[in-house]
């Protein structure tokens, strides 16, 4: 894809579909505590993507969005550790996040670029 934002759009609604799907599975007593809190998360991402992606300051809403992947890999070790998902899902759960994480990451880089260049004359 030529837009590297579309592409982040693509890999979170690639997250948010094997979140739902994750989720469902969850025991009940934990479908309004821990699942809500995830599905929080992942709708955050997309508005923080899309807030990022608008405003001409990008550094505040990135960051934001990076500590909202930070929480959610939290999140996602918890329901490891509580028994609700396997190894696997584990693996195949941070695979999805990492590789948001690691577009985020170079936009990060690619902003902190930008902002050298200006303050140089």
Not at 35 to 64: G, I, P
Request: with cysteine; glycine share 6%.
């Amino acid at each position: 894809m030529k837009n590297p934002h579309l592409t982040l759009l693509t890999k979170l609604e690639e997250l948010d579909s094997y979140t739902h799907t994750v989720l469902h599975q969850f025991p009940r007593m934990e479908r309004h505590l821990l699942c809500a809190e995830m599905r929080t998360s992942t709708n955050q991402f997309l508005r923080l993507a899309t807030v990022a992606w608008k405003r001409r300051q990008k550094s505040a809403a990135l960051f934001d969005l990076d500590v909202e992947i930070e929480v959610f890999r939290q999140l996602i070790r918890k329901a490891h550790r509580l028994g609700y998902i396997n190894t696997h899902r584990l693996g195949v759960w941070m695979g999805h996040t990492n590789a948001i994480g690691q577009i985020v990451g170079g936009w990060i880089k690619h902003e902190a670029g930008k902002r050298k260049g200006e303050a140089m004359p």
